[in-house]
């Protein structure tokens, strides 16, 4: 399939902090905090000394000091984040150290390993907002919940938004394959299956293949992989940390991964076409999705058959109705040429994300959520 776009990376927001300073002529403790620093997915600056140029201590995400470079760092200024870090678990004079320097903590390695990890990746990757999180479910089988999801994720990427979309369905086929990035370099799922714990936001970025300038998180071609509750749970935060939006496109069985995208998703879109047996299956689907999540709502797709329109759809499922998915015609034949759902931005498909974007979250136009946790589109 053609429009491969593999070499395109998403826009600069600019948000991205420094890394972290590290001061210390210890090359035990060098070693030890240049590892955590990658687990973290942090690029550190390194010094012997004091800062010779003025401001890069004030500027750095956090200043890491070890217990040997704490008497040159005495003048410097005070600020949040720095820390003392050693080995030495019976030194008297470490915390006298730490007052002179103005340490908020103070770190025996190996310790406080895991803890350091956190906090290097939360100074990094900044403590703004969250990404607004978006689940799209399909109420029965080819209802269009991938296509709807794929659109969406367009085009919150082209109106300048962080954006990326995660495939959590892995009998689907791959949600690159309707991004033309089938073959793309990246990591996908089976890669992170494994993943227990903490993932920094900025390293699962930037392993993941760029296409129309987001990222994404797709399945490979292989056998089946099953995502263990703990990996979603890993991914996904690490994709909120990074703010702008994230959007997840679901399978209808609700297994223990999926009820752990359901519980980090702000609002979810079950997407049912107009049809009598397409409402009854959307009915099992909105009981076990509604069972984690508190705001999911319709999205209804036409033809109708007699008698039925989006809010008898609405009603019939009890759920709030989020709007009509568009007929759009040609959606086939454009993906053929490199143009994924959504990728028109005059097409009805991307006017109608836009409006469900800007309904959603106004203040995302900036990259920044004005709110989460359950605030969907009205």
Known sequence: MAGSFADETPPDTGDRRSGPLILTEDAEVLDDLLRLCAAAGAVPEVRHGPPAERGDWERAAMV???DDAAPKCRAMSRRPGVMLVGRDQDNPDVWRRAVEIGAEYVLRLPDSESWLVDQIANAVEGTGRPALTVGVLGGRGGSGASTLACALAVTAARTGRRTLLIDGDPLGGGIDVLLGGEASEGLRWPDFARSKGRLGGGALEESLPALHG?????????DEVVVPPQAMRSVLSAGRRLGGVVVVDLPRRVDEGVAEALAQLDVGLLVVPGELRAVAAAQRVASAAGMVLNDL???ARGPYTAGLDEHWVAKALGLPLAGELPVETGLSSAQDNGVPPGGNPRGALARFCGAFWDLADPGLRD???????GGGAS
């Not at 987001?214 to 399945?219: F, I, Q, T």
């Not at 990259?367 to 946790?373: A, D, K, T, Y």
């Open 64 to 66: 890491l000091v070890g």
């Open 214 to 222: 987001l990222r994404v998180l797709s399945w490979d071609r292989e």
């Open 297 to 299: 709502r319709v999205v």
């Open 367 to 373: 990259g920044v959520p004005v709110s989460s946790g």
